[in-house]
């Protein structure tokens, strides 16, 4: 029987690609600055990047990126040049996140503002989302080739 249970553990667990996944996980209290060059010669040509459990922390990505979730962030400032696609934030407290995304989806979170640009989408807000401010893109930046 434990045979059995275990097959079907294994067949609902949801597998996610490690191919091309920068991971910045569980940072507290500090700053972390990444550029382009740092982020790519890790992951190569197209980057999905995960921010996961960070607290009381900044974080300046000055780069794009393909895919972007943030999950389980507290009292955090995180910056992120540009997501090509879709740009998930959930179960995040009192983050304050500046993005451009063709896609934004915002998920249970508190006390949160997030300054957006989307092209053509609104933001997505869903699940148990309070206090959350919404506010122009606030962000100028050169970029040197």
């Not at 029987?1 to 091309?20: A, C, F, S, T």
């Not at 920068?22 to 995960?50: D, H, P, R, T």
């Not at 063709?102 to 997030?114: F, H, K, P, Y």
């Not at 699940?127 to 919404?134: C, E, V």
Request: aromatic share 6%.
């Amino acid at each position: 029987m434990n045979e059995i249970i275990e097959w079907v553990n294994n067949l609902l667990v949801m597998i996610e690609p490690n191919e091309g996944v920068y991971n910045l996980n569980n940072f507290n209290k500090c700053v972390a600055v990444k550029n382009s060059k740092e982020i790519y010669n890790q992951v190569g040509s197209s980057c999905k990047m995960n921010i996961i459990e960070c607290e009381d922390s900044s974080i300046f990505i000055d780069s794009n990126v393909e895919v972007l979730k943030i999950t389980g962030c507290i009292n955090s400032h995180i910056f992120v040049a540009a997501v090509n696609k879709i740009c998930t934030i959930e179960k995040c407290e009192n983050v304050t996140l500046c993005v451009a995304a063709n896609q934004l989806r915002i998920g249970n979170c508190v006390d949160s503002t997030v300054h957006c640009y989307t092209t053509d989408l609104p933001p997505i807000v869903y699940g148990d989302t309070r206090n959350l401010r919404m506010a122009p893109h606030n962000a100028s930046y050169q970029f040197l080739t």
